[in-house]
């Protein structure tokens, strides 16, 4: 048996130590926020914090987290209330279809942890979440927005 520790719950699982970490959250778990997109950590929808960092989880092994703390869209809001950056994406109308949107919000969080006023250019490289919307300059916005915040 795992035990993870999942937005501040130590969390036990019996799956395979080689499954994919997406898949303990989704179907062990039952965090469902964290989505699958393509399943070979390229399009970001399985974006979540592990030790801080953005990682996408679907090429991530359960074996390999370790007692790192994992962070999903879950974890963000505290005690109801969404963090900065959530709030800039209702704000300035960020999700169309909406299922790239936690792994959009999960880098933007950690770009602002690392950077807390990124450039342009900052944004263009941390935020590699591939989104079929086409919802890029609303992304770029928000994540101004809320680094002002």
């Known amino acids: 048996m795992a035990v993870l520790n999942v937005n501040g719950k130590s969390l036990n699982t019996t799956a395979d130590p080689r499954t994919p970490l997406l898949w303990v ?3 062990q778990l039952g965090l469902t926020g964290t989505k699958y997109g393509c399943g070979i950590a390229q399009c970001g929808a399985c974006t979540v ?20 703390k ?41 770009l602002l942890a690392a950077k807390p006023q990124p450039t342009d250019a900052d944004i263009d490289a941390a935020m590699t979440n591939i989104c079929r919307c086409g919802t890029y300059q609303q992304v770029r916005e ?8």
């Not at 109801?80 to 709030?87: A, K, V």
């Not at 300035?92 to 880098?107: H, I, K, L, N, R």
Request: glycine share 10%; hydrophobic share 45%.
């Open 25 to 27: 959250l989704r179907e």
């Open 49 to 68: 914090h592990i030790g801080g960092v953005a990682t996408r989880s679907c090429q991530v092994p359960l074996n390999s987290v370790g007692n790192r």
């Open 70 to 110: 994992v962070v999903t869209i879950e974890g963000l809001a505290a005690n109801g209330t969404l963090n900065r950056i959530q709030q800039a994406w209702v704000e300035f109308d960020v999700p169309q279809c909406g299922y790239c949107q936690s792994g959009m919000v999960m880098a933007a969080t950690a």
């Open 142 to 149: 928000a994540i101004h927005a809320a680094a002002k915040a």
